[in-house]
């Protein structure tokens, strides 16, 4: 069968062999828990809860915003600490509800109760959703009930799961692929419900041959799903790139995949989707892998939103050394931090800590190789937008195609000379969007 992929991209070092083979395991938390009110893209959601107030799993403790935003779900039982501003995994200091954890875990009423989908209608599906505070945890963090509210949904012809983890040493995906599945298969075939058009699509990287197997039989008698063998390469998650490889269109900055009639999710949104539909259960947990030489025993942890990554690290037995880069999400596109005293977010998939920070080779002059041209998967001159970006030639990094950079950060990865393409294209095509606000 023929692997389908993209131009460009590149091999990068794996680094799952760490923790791919170690199965789910669960966290409870010790410490008071945490509550960003912006977890995803838009406007942050509004509290409803206040100081001294006494809070349940599964409830509602922040509501989305009017426009592009997602409600806040409490994660354990207890009581409102303090709504007050803590830094996050992005590096900013957010509002955030703090929720000091009783240890008891009462739910709200109807949490985890079954519901037959097959006779919910489809704004009872996507309300469902909503309700649940599902954003896409691949990291882009887009509220997901309005992914799923297209214009038109009858030209929607693909619902796409994206099981490609490109990222180097995240196994998150794999593992939840393994050992649920037809957690997963069920959120399709719930989406497929929304688009009755649509063709169901489970991309998986060729590196993954049991997952592909597990996936193959799990979707043997269903005639409207279809496993896509991808060739693995970096990065072939992307959105673009994923859309490409298994349709063959091509998506840019001015479109989202909805106008190419696609609707894509990471495998675990999707299967968070499930579990909100069928098993009436929000979004209070992720799973999130704990990786790198610094850490004694990289694993897989199913742990509560809001927990501190510094119990997760301890959980995995604490540090071989002490770290000089710690990064939460892939080496490749994740943040760069300066202390893991952060709490878990909805788009938290992973902590990296190394010993050897590869990030402090000094940068040298272009020596005109034309790696990060070749390698570019969108096909654009790096180098060349990094001088505009330099200069602060705006128009001249907008004819360049810049605000068309994914970042995912290839060209860096392939230069000799170790120039910081991907932060100098990045941050000029955030200070434009900013201009043009």
Do not use: W
């Not at 693909?158 to 794999?174: F, K, M, R």
């Not at 939103?305 to 540090?319: D, M, P, Q």
């Not at 880069?325 to 190394?354: C, E, Q, R």
């Amino acid at each position: 069968m023929a692997r389908l992929t993209f131009p460009g991209g590149i091999h990068t070092y794996d680094g799952k062999k760490l923790s791919k083979d170690k199965p789910i395991s669960a966290i409870l938390p010790k410490g008071d828990l945490v509550f960003p009110l912006s977890q995803h893209i838009g406007t942050p959601a509004k509290p409803l809860v206040a100081k001294g107030d006494t809070v349940l799993v599964g409830q509602k403790i922040a509501e989305a915003s009017d426009g592009i935003s997602a409600h806040v779900i409490s994660s354990v039982s207890g009581t409102v600490k303090a709504i007050e501003k803590r830094l996050t995994p992005t590096g900013k200091m957010v509002e955030s509800i703090v929720i000091t954890n009783d240890g008891e875990y009462k739910k709200i009423e109807g949490f985890g109760q079954d519901r037959d989908y097959s006779k919910m209608s489809k704004s009872e599906i996507r309300q469902a959703v909503k309700e649940a505070g599902i954003v896409g945890l691949g990291g882009a963090g887009f509220p997901t009930h309005i992914k799923l509210t297209p214009k038109d949904e009858n030209k929607i012809d693909y619902v796409i799961v994206n099981g490609a983890e490109c990222e180097p040493y995240l196994t998150s995906d794999y593992r939840l692929m393994m050992e649920a599945g037809e957690i997963i298969l069920g959120g399709l075939k719930i989406l497929l419900r929304l688009f009755d058009k649509a063709e169901g699509i489970i991309a998986i990287e060729d590196i993954n041959p049991d997952v592909i197997k597990k996936f193959q039989e799990l979707t043997a008698k269903e005639t409207n799903i279809k496993v896509k063998i991808l060739k693995t390469k970096y990065p072939q998650g992307g959105e673009r790139q994923l859309v490409y490889a298994t349709t063959g269109r091509k998506l840019n900055s001015k479109k989202i995949p909805a106008d190419l009639g696609c609707i894509v999710n990471n495998v675990g949104t999707v299967a968070a989707i499930y579990m909100a539909v069928a098993k009436s259960t929000p979004l209070t947990h992720r799973i999130v892998t704990v990786s790198g030489d610094a850490i004694a025993e990289p694993q897989n942890f199913y742990v509560p939103l809001g927990i501190n990554f510094s119990e997760i690290i301890e959980a995995a037995k604490g540090f071989t050394a002490q770290p000089k880069k710690i990064i939460i999400g892939g080496p490749m596109m994740g943040t760069s931090v300066y202390t893991h005293d952060l709490p878990v977010t909805k788009t938290s998939s992973t902590l990296l800590a190394f010993i050897k920070d590869e990030a402090a080779v000094e940068e040298s002059a272009c020596i005109r190789c034309g790696k990060c041209h070749e390698h570019c998967p969108l096909n654009l001159l790096p180098i060349k937008l990094q001088m505009a970006a330099i200069h602060n030639e705006y128009e001249k990094f907008k004819k360049l195609d810049g605000m068309e950079c994914c970042g995912c950060g290839c060209c860096s990865y392939v230069c000799p000379a170790k120039r910081s393409l991907t932060q100098s294209i990045v941050q000029t095509k955030q200070r434009i969007l900013k201009e043009n606000k």
